[in-house]
């Protein structure tokens, strides 16, 4: 085993672990943990004074790591952007009551695949297609409401009846 393996898995596990910040998902981070678990590993390997050494920096770098985190990111532009800044307690649902888009028809304005939004009596409103998707510009009606959940079908033509 060489010291080069050693700093590299030490550098990679800090750097994998940092970019989990900005890469969502966890699996930068669980690199990042095993670069660390391998740099410790490797370290004793080479002495127990490198393991001790790879496990003091990984223990400190990820205390240092959280409370910079909690302590000083979110008081930077790059925390903010990165944070909320209420904390939720006064963010609701829309409360109008939408039964009353039951029966109504209108039009599609935007492809609804299956989602999307239509016009009905004059007002945008974002609705779920019933079974195929609906193009822009098709006559639409409501044919369910399910809390916030507004859905449509198209409206079939009607043949003339002269």
């Keep these: 085993m060489n010291w080069t393996l050693y700093l590299a898995l030490l550098v990679a596990g800090t750097l994998l672990l940092g970019l989990e910040i900005f890469v969502p998902g966890g699996i930068l981070?669980?690199?990042?943990?095993?670069?660390?678990?391998?740099a410790i590993v490797v370290g004793f390997q080479m002495s127990t004074t490198a393991g001790w050494l790879g496990l003091i920096i990984a223990v400190l770098g990820t205390a240092v790591g959280l409370w910079l985190w909690i302590r000083i990111v979110p008081?930077?532009?790059l925390g903010q952007q990165l944070t909320l800044s209420a904390d939720g307690k006064d963010f609701k649902a829309?409360?109008?009551n939408r039964k009353q888009w039951l029966g109504r028809e209108g039009i599609a304005q935007s492809d609804l695949?299956?989602?999307?939004?239509a016009r009905i009596d004059g007002r945008r409103v974002d609705v779920v297609a019933e079974g195929a998707w609906i193009p822009a510009g098709t006559p639409i009606r409501v044919v369910a409401v399910d809390g916030i959940r507004v859905t449509v079908r198209p409206i079939e033509s009607r043949p003339d009846s002269t």
């Design 29 to 38: 981070g669980v690199l990042g943990g095993l670069c660390l678990v391998g």
């Design 75 to 77: 008081k930077t532009r």
């Design 94 to 96: 829309p409360s109008e």
């Design 113 to 117: 695949r299956p989602s999307g939004i």
